[in-house]
């Protein structure tokens, strides 16, 4: 089985994007250093900031619902706490950046959502399908989600909405410029009374981004929430408050002989202290505070006329801080290379491979492999392979309440994944792609239990076994208008197990996610998003649609705008256990110069 879905996935798919910008279009999440869109032989949906304000998006969760092939699984309205996966992956097996610096917390991958940028801070959303741990290092197993924010922007710009269920929020900007550098300075505030019972909450971000022309920037950010958490980990009405700030920088060295040498370092704390049910304050009642620290030095120079090799080493650690998990600290040093080339005008090779050593779990090695072909102007074929690693969090080895009870023995996963597609460049209007894929994955952690009356626990019982079809079509019209669409086919194939699972089954086989702008007459803007997902799970298996629209209008700087999510007022759950907001409305005043 794992030898045909391997063979299987460095098949063919089908078609993608304008060819001028497809070919030129810089990313930076998909290679070591940033490369155009059109060399690479990966699988890169890229979010545009102009994308972002023409929907009905307001927080990073909510725009990353345009991408079919990422399955967002939140327990509220407006990302208040948010699972990612790629491709039938688990919420820990994704990497979440900004700016390239890593947020996975060590302590529980639930935290992986809290990214402390505003969204007006967001210059445009990378994700990364597939292994990344040649390029990132652990956790990037189904896919890597990068964060790019905004090194320039509009000297102001603010919004302010109200709604249903007691929504308040308001966000804006500011931004200036003094010769090579530039200065952002964003920051949001939301509440809201909640649709139900312990599911009200309160969140406030701030981030600032100083770039010095081309040689470095600055960013520092922080985000607090405050959330009703009824029924997010168990059958009870719980409380938590989240708070995590980040502080990081990079620099380019400049010319150190041949090599084009740069660096990084990061600092990233996280609280989060949970009362697991308010009627009895004081049981199970935790705080825990992580930190992480990271550095790393690169160098890039040119092999022959046609190649490129970059190198470099890194270091990090992680410790926590708790009442319920007790003290504990990680440490990890890692070496890296990515070797890339151009073989005639139209063939692109990479190969990368990363190693990473931990204090605790020993050495992991991560290589990988891609090409790309354009046999003509109108198409691209490409092809990559990999493999992908993810350490334990802290809280899958010592955490410990009236519904979980996480054994200390547990270990790393390991995967070796691989894909195939094709791009076809219809015209310069239309953008239509498609990849199979397939991963093998061993000693994935999952949470069981024997029957419903005994606590959740900790075990590295299964090997999961993944294969699946994305396809993707944009058509963008000459006024910056589009309609878009994603749908994900997975067939995800567990190792069986004798008790109930929590996680590893609970995915979904089909996935389609439509976006549009448009405009209307009397000079409105539609912009609609509907969201169909066939959800299975333990508990067996659910259809659900939901569609949300904003109607906006411009009055000069200022536009007006109304919104209604979850038209369709469907009952559903993306979490297990954890019901979601039926229909509701809410308006809006932005100045946008």
Do not use: C
Request: glycine share 12%.
């Amino acid at each position: 089985m794992r030898k045909s879905v391997l063979i299987f996935s460095v098949l063919l798919a089908a078609p993608a994007a304008a060819q001028g910008p497809y070919r030129q279009d810089v990313v930076v999440t998909a290679a070591a250093v940033p490369v155009e869109l059109g060399s690479i032989t990966r699988t890169v949906t890229v979010i545009t900031r102009d994308q972002i304000e023409r929907l009905p998006v307001h927080s990073i969760a909510d725009v990353l619902r345009i991408a079919g092939s990422v399955d967002v699984r939140a327990r509220g309205e407006r990302g208040i706490q948010t699972d990612f996966a790629v491709r039938g992956a688990g919420f820990g097996q994704m990497l979440v950046l900004v700016d390239g610096v890593r947020l996975n917390d060590a302590q529980s991958g639930h935290h992986n959502g809290d990214i402390p940028i505003p969204l007006d801070a967001v210059e445009r959303i990378e994700v990364l399908h597939g292994p990344g741990s040649s390029l990132f290092g652990a956790d990037a197993f189904g896919g890597t989600i990068n964060v790019i924010t905004r090194s320039s922007a509009p000297a102001f710009s603010a919004s302010a909405a109200a709604g249903s269920f007691g929504l308040a929020s308001a966000r804006g900007q500011v931004g200036a410029a003094r010769g090579a550098i530039r200065q952002v300075l964003a920051a949001s505030a939301e509440r809201s009374g909640g649709f139900m019972f312990e599911r009200d909450y309160a969140v406030a971000g701030l981030s600032s981004r100083t770039s010095f022309g081309g040689e470095g920037q600055i960013l520092a950010s922080y985000l607090w929430k405050d959330f009703g958490a009824n029924g997010f980990y168990g059958n009870a009405p719980s409380h938590e408050w989240t708070n995590q700030t980040l502080v990081a920088a990079d620099r380019r060295f400049g010319m150190w002989g041949r090599w084009q040498v740069g660096g990084n370092l990061s600092y990233r704390t996280h609280g989060d202290h949970f009362l697991f049910d308010v009627r009895r304050p004081g049981v199970a009642e935790n705080r825990h505070r992580t930190h992480a620290v990271l550095g790393a030095v690169r160098g890039s120079r040119s092999t022959g006329s046609r190649g490129s090799l970059t190198a470099g080493i890194e270091a990090g650690s992680d410790w926590l801080r708790s009442t319920n998990l007790g003290d504990h600290d990680t440490r990890r040093v890692s070496a890296f290379g990515e070797w890339r080339v151009t073989a005639g005008a139209s063939t692109q090779v990479d190969a990368s491979v990363r190693v990473d050593r931990y204090t605790e779990f020993g050495t992991a090695w991560s290589p990988s492999v891609g090409v790309g072909w354009w046999p003509g102007r109108a198409l691209r074929l490409r092809a990559s392979a990999g493999r992908a690693f993810r350490v334990p969090t802290f809280t899958e080895r010592f955490y410990s309440d009236p519904a979980n009870w996480a054994r200390p023995e547990v270990g790393p996963e390991t995967s070796w994944a691989g894909e195939t597609g094709a791009d076809i460049l219809l015209d310069e209007r239309w953008m239509l792609s498609g990849t199979i894929f397939g991963r093998l994955d061993e000693d994935v952690i999952d949470w069981l239990r024997p029957n419903t009356s005994e606590r959740w626990r900790t075990y590295n019982v299964r090997d999961v076994d993944t294969i699946g079809v994305e396809v993707t079509m944009r058509r963008t019209l000459a006024d910056g208008s589009f309609v878009q669409a994603g749908y994900t086919r997975l067939d995800v194939r567990a190792a069986a197990v004798t008790q109930l699972s929590k996680y590893v089954l609970d995915y979904a086989p089909h996935s389609l996610a439509v976006a549009a702008s448009i405009p209307a007459p009397i000079g409105l803007r539609v912009g609609p998003r509907l969201e169909y997902k066939h959800r299975t799970r333990s508990t067996g298996e659910s259809d659900y649609l939901v569609a949300d629209v904003r109607v906006s209008k411009r009055f000069g700087v200022y536009e007006v705008g109304i919104e209604g999510t979850n038209l369709t007022d469907a009952s559903y759950q993306e979490v297990l256990g954890v019901a979601m907001p039926g229909r509701a409305v809410a308006v809006s005043l932005a100045i946008r110069p």
